[in-house]
């Protein structure tokens, strides 16, 4: 079965201080992991794609399969990145395919 | 486009009534569907489509959901005989298989309340 888990429920960094946002998964298959951001008021949206191994806002994540995990990382938090964020991922396999999952969130304070 | 759009936004109702939530994709999106979410919870997967066929339903959904999405343009989520448990916001998105990205344009969402 697929899961997504994320440890920290709220996380509280100074500006200019380093994040990661942890994110762990089981699945079977071939993963396809996410990170949507949800900012105040606003809709979720689509952060990252480990696939595209771009970085966004100076966000970064990288897959390890061999740890299962997806951390989001950036080197100097900004106060605008204080928001929910979901990891997500979505199944590849001949059943489910196309299905998306996501983790509880992780709600990030930049304190200034 | 103004992108994914639901309605009602906002819906009270009393224990025992049925209510019914509609979306709107993005117009050329194929893929939609539909998640919950309470308080302090990521969005739970209850269902999605593949133009009008759904493809899964959640196995923690009651029979009191269903989903539709008849003409494989918007889609209707409605609650039977709703309980106070079912109060959350319900997520409508939606995506293309054709862009192979893999994004979900979310709505802003409807958000339930059971008296």
């Known amino acids: 079965a697929q899961r997504v888990t994320q440890p920290e429920k709220l996380l509280s960094v100074f500006k200019g201080a380093p994040v990661e946002l942890k994110c762990n998964y089981s699945y079977s298959g071939s993963p396809e992991l996410f990170w949507y951001v949800q900012y105040s008021r606003q809709r979720l949206q689509l952060l990252l794609r480990h696939i595209s191994r771009e970085s966004i806002k100076g966000f970064t994540a990288d897959l390890n399969k061999g740890e299962t995990s997806f951390h989001l990382k950036k080197p100097f938090a900004q106060e605008e990145d204080s928001a929910m964020y979901y990891c997500?991922?979505?199944?590849?396999?001949?059943?489910?395919?196309?299905?998306?999952?996501f983790g509880p969130g992780t709600s990030l304070s930049v304190i200034p | 486009d103004t992108g994914v759009s639901q309605d009602p936004r906002h819906k009270i109702t009393k224990r025992g009534q049925n209510v019914t939530f509609r979306c709107d994709p993005i117009?050329?999106?194929?893929?939609l569907y539909w998640y919950r979410q309470t308080l302090g919870q990521g969005p739970e997967f209850l269902t999605y489509?593949?133009?009008?066929?759904?493809?899964?339903k959640s196995r923690l959904l009651s029979d009191r959901f269903s989903a539709e999405r008849p003409k494989g343009s918007f889609s209707t989520l409605e609650i039977q005989r709703t309980e106070q448990g079912d109060s959350a916001m319900y997520l409508c998105?939606?995506?293309?298989?054709?862009?192979?990205?893999?994004?979900?344009?979310f709505g802003e969402g409807s958000r339930l309340t059971v008296l």
């Open positions: 998105a939606s995506s293309s298989l054709e862009r192979l990205t893999g994004e979900l344009f």
């Open positions: 489509f593949q133009n009008e066929a759904q493809l899964e």
């Open positions: 117009s050329e999106h194929n893929r």
């Open positions: 997500a991922l979505r199944s590849s396999g001949k059943t489910s395919y196309d299905k998306v999952i």
